[in-house]
């Protein structure tokens, strides 16, 4: 057969250049354009998705809602905003999910997990499935991002001349515990209440590491369990890996960068001394596993091809 025609709409956002990027890079995908004069036009949009095999919609959510009523049912549509991640019809992509990997090859409609969101979803929602943290259960969680998370208007701010010291130091934001990464956390890990979630941006360009602490004594179960599960549950699986319990630190820190320019994910399970707290921390890159790596990797099963071609582990 011939190359499959893929089209990136939002092509020139941090995202979608990342993708485009690694789309140019294999030789089985023709690469449709659209002109400069057309690229705010929806209806223009709408027709170069609708030449494609596969779309790309790497947009603002009001963007995105917008061209899907003038896309043909049977276009294959990547969505990386926060748009479609809980909306009927939809699959999530984090393929490592159970049912996912299976659902994807027939899937039209598939919507990109968000960067916090897939740290916080890959190491609870097979607990939750599982039954060692209940639906009802209360959950906290801090996740830390370097700045490329902010898209073109904040490495600008980052990369250019420093005005403002306060981008010197973190900055814990979403303040108010209400962030648009909330409904999908709570929806896909099964939880009755979204967690307590904090993010903070600092000042380096790639890597997230998501930390969720655990009181064991109230859950009533154990570390030893909680990293069994979860090693179980990603066994076999080429992009997650669960570190053994207590284990997998650098003398006891864990740089937020350590997987910039990975699409890999790392799950650490580590326990307080007597056993009774476990801090979970997801360790990625936000512009990897956390964004262009997994759409690249739900693209991959979508079109039957090798699930991690075109990614870096």
Same mark, same amino acid.
């Given at each position: 057969?011939?190359?499959?025609?893929?089209?990136?709409?939002?092509?020139?956002?941090?995202?979608?250049?990342?993708?485009?990027?690694? #789309?140019?890079?294999?030789?089985?995908?023709?690469?449709?354009?659209?002109?400069?004069?057309?690229?705010?036009?929806?209806?223009?949009?709408?027709?170069?998705?609708?030449?494609?095999?596969?779309?790309?919609?790497?947009?603002?959510?009001?963007?995105?809602?917008?061209?899907?009523? #003038?896309?043909?049912?049977?276009?294959?549509?990547?969505?990386?905003?926060?748009?479609?991640?809980?909306?009927?019809?939809?699959?999530?992509?984090? %393929?490592?999910?159970?049912?996912?990997?299976?659902?994807?090859?027939?899937?039209?409609?598939?919507?990109?997990?968000?960067?916090?969101?897939?740290?916080?979803?890959?190491?609870?929602?097979?607990?939750?499935?599982?039954?060692?943290?209940?639906?009802?259960?209360?959950?906290?969680?801090?996740?830390?991002?370097?700045?490329?998370?902010?898209?073109?208007?904040?490495?600008?701010?980052?990369?250019?001349?420093?005005?403002?010291?306060?981008?010197?130091?973190?900055?814990?934001?979403?303040?108010?515990?209400?962030?648009?990464?909330?409904?999908?956390?709570?929806?896909?890990?099964?939880?009755?209440?979204?967690?307590?979630?904090?993010?903070?941006?600092?000042?380096?360009?790639?890597?997230?590491?998501?930390?969720?602490?655990?009181?064991?004594?109230?859950?009533?179960?154990?570390?030893?369990?909680?990293?069994?599960?979860?090693?179980?549950?990603?066994?076999?699986?080429?992009?997650?890996?669960?570190? %053994?319990?207590?284990?997998?630190?650098?003398?006891?820190? #864990?740089?937020?960068?350590?997987?910039?320019?990975?699409?890999?994910?790392?799950?650490?399970?580590? %326990?307080? %001394?007597?056993?009774?707290?476990?801090?979970?921390?997801?360790?990625?890159?936000?512009?990897?596993?956390?964004?262009?790596?997994?759409?690249?990797?739900?693209?991959?099963?979508?079109?039957? #091809?090798?699930?991690?071609?075109?990614?870096?582990?």
């Amino acid at each position: 057969m011939g190359k499959y025609k893929i089209f990136v709409d939002g092509s020139s956002g941090t995202t979608g250049l990342r993708i485009a990027d690694r #789309l140019a890079e294999r030789d089985e995908f023709e690469i449709l354009k659209i002109s400069e004069a057309d690229r705010k036009d929806v209806r223009a949009r709408a027709a170069v998705i609708n030449e494609s095999d596969l779309s790309f919609l790497c947009l603002p959510d009001d963007a995105a809602r917008e061209v899907m009523p #003038l896309v043909r049912e049977d276009v294959r549509i990547l969505d990386t905003s926060t748009a479609h991640r809980t909306a009927p019809g939809w699959v999530y992509g984090l %393929p490592e999910l159970h049912g996912t990997r299976a659902a994807l090859p027939a899937a039209t409609r598939v919507a990109v997990p968000g960067c916090h969101a897939t740290g916080f979803i890959a190491p609870v929602a097979p607990l939750v499935e599982r039954g060692l943290i209940p639906k009802a259960a209360h959950l906290s969680v801090t996740s830390l991002t370097g700045y490329s998370g902010g898209g073109k208007k904040m490495i600008a701010e980052y990369e250019g001349e420093r005005v403002n010291t306060a981008l010197n130091a973190p900055r814990p934001y979403g303040l108010a515990l209400h962030h648009k990464h909330l409904p999908e956390m709570t929806a896909v890990t099964g939880l009755d209440t979204a967690p307590n979630f904090v993010p903070i941006v600092a000042d380096y360009y790639a890597g997230m590491e998501t930390m969720i602490p655990l009181d064991l004594a109230a859950l009533g179960i154990t570390a030893q369990a909680v990293a069994d599960t979860l090693a179980d549950y990603y066994a076999g699986q080429a992009m997650i890996r669960v570190h %053994p319990l207590g284990e997998g630190t650098d003398g006891g820190f #864990l740089a937020a960068n350590k997987l910039a320019g990975k699409d890999t994910l790392e799950i650490f399970c580590l %326990p307080n %001394p007597d056993g009774t707290q476990l801090q979970l921390i997801s360790l990625f890159d936000n512009l990897g596993k956390g964004s262009s790596g997994t759409a690249v990797q739900c693209m991959n099963l979508m079109l039957g #091809l090798e699930e991690t071609k075109g990614l870096a582990r």
